[in-house]
């Protein structure tokens, strides 16, 4: 039976920053527009943190009972590492999504009714990543699905609760962090790629092979401060979102220099650090500076 220790560490605390930080990029873009909406923001952010905790636990399930799992360099398997059962895991994954899904109909309540269509796609999205009879992580797509939906629907859907309103702000602060967020997985696919071709588990960076997959990530890194530049056009102190490209350069060494396998782990880590420095930057940079 898993310890207490053992499911907080399965529910893969290193990731939350990839739902924290949308919300705080969402919040800036509507400060911009002096639309902040605080009460609001705290429900988003407990929507996000909910879902991806649900997602995780999803994940863990999904790819223990396909023995995907079985060897893996990283964080705590609760279902591949037997510490737990199947259907514990699952219900632990029911029970985060519910959650979310009862905060994000509130929400919706609160704003407007098709948010409710959105957060619909966000659960099937959550669920057959690695769910189903054909989940689309096992076929390259989760880094398209992590940029939509912890990067595009989280940001944006933030901003537009808040502000009842998009921007082109809120669509490069939505670009930025869906790059970071594909970033952050990508690092974990580029380590797994030994593991995952043995177990068939085909993800974008095994089709891209080793090479591709680092300048992949590199790219995606980047991407975030070419919008910090373009957001001066809302306010020269959108430059502040520089001020994490030191968390940025530090967890793209390993990458650069050919890490692999337990030393890509301090990447994941790095990637996510740089994101939410990023985020708050740039979001109080846009709060003050409008």
Do not use: H
């Amino acid at each position: 039976m898993a310890t207490a220790a053992q499911w907080i560490e399965g529910a893969r605390p290193r990731t939350l920053p990839n739902a924290i930080a949308p919300v705080i990029a969402g919040t800036g873009a509507a400060a911009a527009y002096d639309a902040v909406n605080w009460p609001k923001a705290v429900l988003a952010l407990l929507v996000s943190l909910a879902l991806i905790i649900g997602v995780n636990f999803a994940n863990d399930y999904s790819d223990g009972i396909r023995g995907t799992d079985e060897v893996r360099v990283g964080p705590v398997r609760l279902v591949g590492q037997k510490l737990a059962a199947p259907k514990q895991v699952r219900t632990a994954a029911f029970i985060s999504m519910g959650i979310g899904a009862a905060l994000g109909l509130l929400l919706a309540l609160l704003t407007a009714w098709w948010l409710v269509l959105v957060g619909a796609a966000c659960l099937a999205g959550a669920w057959f990543y690695t769910g189903g009879n054909k989940p689309y992580g096992y076929r390259g797509l989760g880094e398209v699905s992590v940029f939509v939906f912890f990067g595009l629907v989280a940001v944006l859907g933030t901003e537009y609760v808040q502000a009842e309103r998009l921007s082109w702000v809120g669509l490069g602060m939505a670009v930025a962090v869906g790059s970071f967020s594909c970033a952050v997985l990508v690092a974990n696919n580029l380590r797994d790629i030994p593991t995952d071709t043995e177990s068939g588990k085909v993800t974008l960076a095994v089709k891209l092979g080793d090479p591709r997959t680092r300048a992949l990530y590199l790219a995606l890194v980047a991407a975030p401060f070419v919008i910090s530049i373009a957001l001066i056009a809302k306010t020269p102190w959108a430059l502040a979102g520089l001020v994490a490209v030191p968390f940025a350069v530090r967890a793209a060494a390993p990458v650069r220099t050919g890490g692999s396998g337990p030393k890509l782990i301090p990447t994941l880590r790095d990637t996510g650090l740089a994101m939410l420095v990023w985020a708050l930057a740039t979001a109080l940079a846009l709060g003050f500076g409008s």
